[in-house]
C-alpha cells in the first residue's frame, strides 16, 4: 500500500500538469494577437504557467518516472529527485500567485475570468501535490 501512494500521487501530478497545459494553453492562444501590425504577446504570468506545466510534464516527470528505471545508480540519486520536486513545486508555488496576483479579483467577465481562475485553482492544486511527495522521499 505504501508503495502504491508515490505514484498515484505522480499519475495525479501528471492529470493535472496535461489540464493545466491545454488550459494555459487556451489562454496563451487568446491573449496573443496583431493589432495593426503590431503583436501583442500574452502576459508573462500566463506563459510561465505554460512553461511549468510542461516543465512538469517533461523534464521533471520523465525523469522521476524513468531515471529509477534506466539510468546507473549515479544518475538516479535521492537529492536529485528531491532537487527536481522542490524547483518544480517552487515554480507551481511562484506561477499560480502570479497568475493570481495579475488577476486579482474582479467581477466575472465570461470565459476567460473563468478559465484563469481554474488555472489558479488547478496550480494550487498541483502546488499541494509536489510537497506531499517530497514528503514521501526516502531518508537521504
Not at 34 to 47: K, R
Not at 99 to 108: E, T
Request: proline share 5%.
Amino acid at each position: 500500500m505504501h508503495d502504491l501512494i508515490p505514484l498515484v500521487l505522480r499519475a495525479l501530478q501528471l492529470l493535472f500538469a496535461i489540464i493545466l497545459l491545454g488550459m494555459t494553453g487556451w489562454l496563451v492562444s487568446t491573449t496573443t494577437a496583431t493589432y495593426f501590425g503590431y503583436n501583442v504577446d500574452s502576459p508573462s504570468q500566463i506563459s510561465f504557467m505554460l512553461f511549468t506545466s510542461i516543465w512538469t510534464i517533461f523534464p521533471a516527470l520523465t525523469y522521476l518516472a524513468l531515471a529509477p528505471r534506466f539510468l546507473p545508480p549515479s544518475a538516479n540519486n535521492k537529492i536529485i529527485h528531491l532537487a527536481m520536486d522542490a524547483i518544480t513545486a517552487l515554480f507551481w508555488f511562484a506561477g499560480f500567485i502570479a497568475l493570481a496576483a495579475w488577476y486579482g479579483s474582479s467581477d466575472s467577465c465570461g470565459r476567460f475570468c473563468n478559465v484563469v481562475v481554474a488555472t489558479c485553482v488547478f496550480g494550487a492544486f498541483e502546488w499541494y501535490v509536489v510537497p506531499k511527495r517530497c514528503g514521501l522521499q526516502k531518508e537521504l
